[in-house]
């Protein structure tokens, strides 16, 4: 009688976990105490704010590797290691920097592209330096001014992603350099300066030997674009001296779960986020360590959660868990990644990426791209299972989409939306934060991460379990890569 009573408690067991639906699954292996735990470690004073290339870059990396080890996430095949080597350059801060236009002379300027110069002639005024401004008007040999942004946008976040825009149009007309004239406040050019003044990084790319010369200008009284409302052109002298370009090596870690089902286990989800931040920096109330919380120690252990819920419990499709360096750099590990896969573009069907600058909001998740993929309703019903909305970007002139490690997946024609913590605009809350030396541990709300961490691992599964291969929506931007991809 014990050993028939023993024998169905047994079956009640093995049916109990067999019947285990995948809320109860997120539930179990994820915790407040962990995500904590792991937060507070990588965004501690100790690891001096992750930058790229740096000693506690690497502690952050072999820490990331032995979590996934832990958790039972495999090496990739004929890997025996979680790292993937990142060739970069690194180029240092400029010695001197000085800029003349007219009577009006300059020495805290912005130097976009990292790279020496020494200019004395003529500058042309072009407005904002798009295509409409140009007209006849002769640039070649000439350096160009123009208004950060665009008539329509003048917000400098969104001014950043016209960098390239703006320079590919002035070199297309033969500018030698483009000067942009912006106007903000203190903490914001203290911000840009630790930005685009600190120690940069490349891609190491021995055939960029670019010389094409991009500064920024805070016009804070705007005496410049006085200058040239009279005068179209006008005699400037430009001098960029001391930057250095040295090689230097960093790491991407890479592991995978293999899936369950038969046939969806050749393709792959890729889960994301980047673990580098941007160091130490100008001392704000005697801290100089950006410590970087939200942005990315949040997302960086979201993947974490997901890796650790998938290697117990595989989903139908395979897993592929992505931690970028040089995210801060530029999208540099990113950029290398999809030049460098460890298993083909091709079979990757969905990039699951998250990254944060902030929260304003503890009921909502913010999805940058959420509309853009057939994938949405997963990852909707996954966040109403944990009482939150997701929602789509509400700050589309930011350009987020197009400023994360997505987008080089994007590009390739992989879907790729970026799962963030809940805001509904750029604004205060967020800026108090974001690459701020405030970015700590204990600023977090961490019942509401819970919420957040549950609701991306089950939207991870719902995606990886779905019958469905996820695709870009028909017109998206992407919609044409991902067919030349997949070859549909």
């Known amino acids: 009688m014990k050993k028939h009573i023993l024998t169905i408690l047994l079956l009640l067991f093995t049916f109990s976990i067999t019947a285990q639906n995948d809320i109860d699954k997120v539930k179990s292996t994820v915790s407040k105490s962990e995500i904590e735990g792991h937060i507070y470690f990588l965004a501690s004073d100790e690891l001096k704010g992750r930058q790229t290339g740096s000693p506690e870059n ?21 890997s025996n290691t979680y790292f993937q080597k990142v060739k970069l350059n690194k180029i240092s801060s400029a010695t001197k920097t000085k800029i003349k236009i007219g009577d009006i002379e300059l020495d805290d300027i912005l130097t976009v592209t990292k790279v020496n110069t020494n200019y ?39 001014a950043f992603s016209m960098r390239a825009q703006k320079m590919a149009l002035a070199k297309d007309n033969g500018a030698l350099g483009i000067i942009e004239l912006c106007n903000v406040k203190a903490p914001i050019w203290t911000r840009m300066d630790h930005y685009f003044n600190g120690e940069k ?19 804070k009284t705007e005496e410049i674009s006085k200058l040239f409302s009279t005068n179209k052109e006008l005699d400037i002298e430009i001098v960029v001296e001391g930057i250095k370009k040295t090689n230097s090596f960093s790491q991407n870690i890479v592991g995978m779960v293999e899936g369950s089902d038969p046939k969806l286990k050749d393709e792959y989800v890729i889960y994301s986020a980047h673990y580098d931040h941007v160091g130490i920096g100008k001392a704000v109330e005697n801290d100089s360590i950006y410590n970087g919380a939200r942005d990315n120690a949040v997302g960086t252990v979201t993947v974490l959660s997901a890796a650790k819920n998938i290697a117990k419990y595989p989903t139908k499709r395979s897993a592929l868990f992505i931690l970028f360096t040089g995210e801060e750099k530029g999208l ?7 030049e460098h896969p460890v298993i083909p573009l091709d079979q990757m069907v969905y990039c699951f990426n998250s990254d944060n600058g902030g929260y304003n909001d503890t009921t909502i998740a913010t999805i940058v791209g959420l509309g853009r993929t057939t994938a949405e309703n997963d990852i909707v019903d996954a966040a109403a299972k944990f009482g939150l909305k997701a929602i789509d970007d509400p700050a589309p002139e930011q350009g987020l989409f197009d400023r994360s490690d997505n987008v080089n997946f994007a590009a390739k024609g992989i879907p790729a939306p970026t799962f963030s913590m809940g805001f509904t605009a750029f604004d205060e809350e967020i800026t108090k934060y974001y690459h701020q030396v405030t970015d700590n541990p204990d600023t977090l709300d961490y019942e509401y991460l819970l919420k957040f961490f549950q609701s991306y691992v089950l939207a991870c599964r719902n995606i990886a379990n779905n019958p469905k291969t996820p695709f870009w929506i028909d017109g998206d931007k992407y919609y044409e890569a991902g067919k030349k991809l997949y070859k549909k």
């Open 332 to 338: 540099l590990g990113s950029k290398w990644y999809v």
């Open 58 to 78: 690497k502690i952050a990396a072999q820490y990331l590797a032995n979590m996934l080890r832990g958790y039972g996430v495999k090496t990739v095949p004929d």
């Open 120 to 158: 004395k002639g003529k500058a042309v005024f072009l407005d904002y330096g798009m295509k409409e401004n140009y007209g006849d008007i002769d640039v070649k040999g000439k350096y160009i001014v123009a208004i950060v942004g665009t008539k329509d946008n003048k917000n400098t976040m969104s």
């Open 201 to 219: 990084m490349n891609i190491d790319d021995k055939n960029n030997s670019d010389t094409f010369s991009h500064t920024w200008i805070n016009d």
